[in-house]
């Protein structure tokens, strides 16, 4: 496991040191391996700027995500070809952003489920799935489909909004069967979207997800769920509710879809009407910055050494240093919250929004992966005193998932194209990594 930037403190990866005694004696340990597992809806993301005249034709409401047919699907893609609107083709996906982002970052291994045709030609969807993602996702264990998989049209009109069409193809054909149980021994998380669960009538994909949901708290493996768009939400927001209180761990979103769960406009509220839930949310509010919200026991809460922030909780980020942990294991639960701006302001430029939550939510997975390494090279160490879910202190996730964000705003991709550096350009840079 590797971080970016600088880590001044004794337990800084990679780890080398675990016992000079064995070494001494020539005794090599185990090295302690991990991986994130996702599921997800494979399809390639089309992102195209379009006058509002288009979704207008095409039935399109503006902001929303809609499921088109096939056949409506082709239609458009042609004639944003033939009008030259397509900024870039890419592989997308919430999930499988989030998991070729991690494997970037960590320069680790990760377990894709989902369907890929089985019959792949240069230049179809399946072809520029493959060839976006990254060598360290593991895609050995994807379900062959027969046709093709999903397209995602982001189509942008000028006032920057982003309204989704989406034609399906195969991409919800997964069945319970091609979860394998083996693919959840020694994982560090499951990551899952509320897309997995909105579905047309005998489509397997939920089932599949209920499964892989099932295994994941067999094995007491963290879930982590991301909300993918509000209307998703608003259709059933007492549904979600109650699965993320039954199933869920850690929850991902941005301010819009925080208000449809939570009915709170404000995303620091709306992280602490979500506590009540689940155990730690990530919410991206975008020119505001980013929330991280979560819960630590009383005995091991640590106080800020930064100004305290004002905000519908007054004195909000005081426990920023504290680390999270799971609800139940704390004996004396304390809600703690952290916030960060956007790192330098925000990119000068934003030529997409599309992908950036995925990325800040891929450096939380990193965070979980990497204290989970540490525990089992080092058991002994002070950072496990207790069983917290991060390696780092929440306000550091922050900096990091903060980060990483601006990476994927500052470029076309929704996905990361390279890892972080070791160490940032500038000085001042630098000390933005400072505790």
């Known amino acids: 496991m590797r971080f970016p930037g600088r880590r001044k403190h004794k337990h800084y990866f990679p780890v080398h040191a675990r016992d000079p005694l064995f070494r001494h004696a020539g005794i090599v340990e185990a090295a302690a391996k991990t991986h994130v597992v996702g599921i997800d809806q494979t399809l390639v993301d089309i992102d ?21 047919p096939n056949e409506k699907a082709s239609e458009l893609y042609e004639e944003l070809l033939a009008q030259k609107r397509i900024s870039y083709e890419f592989a997308g996906g919430t999930v499988g952003n989030t998991l070729h982002n991690y494997s970037l ?3 680790d291994a990760s377990i894709l489920l989902g369907v890929m045709s089985q019959s792949i030609r240069v230049g179809t969807s399946g072809y520029r799935y493959l060839s976006n993602t990254s060598s360290r996702v593991n895609l050995d264990h994807l379900q062959p489909v027969d046709g093709p998989i999903g397209r995602c049209f982001a189509l942008v009109t000028p006032d920057g909004e982003r309204t989704f069409a989406i034609s399906e193809g195969k991409m919800n054909a997964l069945l319970p069967e091609s979860v394998p149980p083996s693919v959840f021994d020694a994982a560090s998380c499951l990551v899952i979207s509320a897309y997995l669960m ?32 509000r209307f998703v939400i608003t259709e059933r927001p007492e549904f979600w509710r109650t699965f993320i209180a ?8 941005n301010e819009e879809e925080a208000e449809a769960l939570t009915g709170s406009s404000d995303p ?6 979500a506590l009540d839930f689940t155990d730690m949310v990530l919410c991206t509010a975008g020119a505001t910055g980013l929330y991280l919200a ?14 305290l922030l004002p905000g ?25 919250y952290a916030h960060i701006a956007p790192y330098h302001g925000g990119p000068e430029r934003i030529t997409s929004t ?82």
């Open 268 to 273: 620091l509220l709306a992280c602490a009407r």
């Open 312 to 336: 519908a909780i007054p004195e909000f980020n005081r426990y920023e240093f504290s680390r999270p942990m799971l609800r139940e294991n704390c004996e004396a639960p304390v809600k703690v």
């Open 105 to 107: 970052l960590a320069d």
């Open 354 to 435: 599309n992908g950036a939550g995925d990325a800040a939510l891929a450096a939380l997975l990193h965070e979980m992966a990497a204290n989970l390494y540490h525990r089992a090279s080092v058991p002994n160490s002070a950072k496990h005193v207790r069983a917290f879910l991060t390696y780092s202190s929440m306000s550091q996730v922050c900096r990091y998932a903060n980060r990483v964000s601006f990476e994927v705003l500052a470029q076309s991709s929704p996905r990361l194209t390279r890892g972080l550096p070791q160490r940032e350009e500038g000085l001042d840079d630098e000390a933005y990594w400072a505790h």
């Open 246 to 253: 039954e199933n869920v761990n850690v929850l991902a979103m």
């Open 48 to 68: 195209a700027r379009v006058p509002e005249s288009l979704l207008e034709r095409y039935e399109l409401a503006k902001g929303a995500s809609v499921v088109i």
């Open 198 to 229: 909105r579905c047309k009538a005998g489509d397997p994909m939920p089932d599949a997800t209920l499964r892989a949901v099932a295994l994941a708290k067999a094995r007491h493996i963290p879930i982590v769920l991301t909300l993918g768009t």
């Open 294 to 307: 979560g819960h630590t026991d009383d005995t091991v809460k640590r106080e800020t050494r930064y100004a």
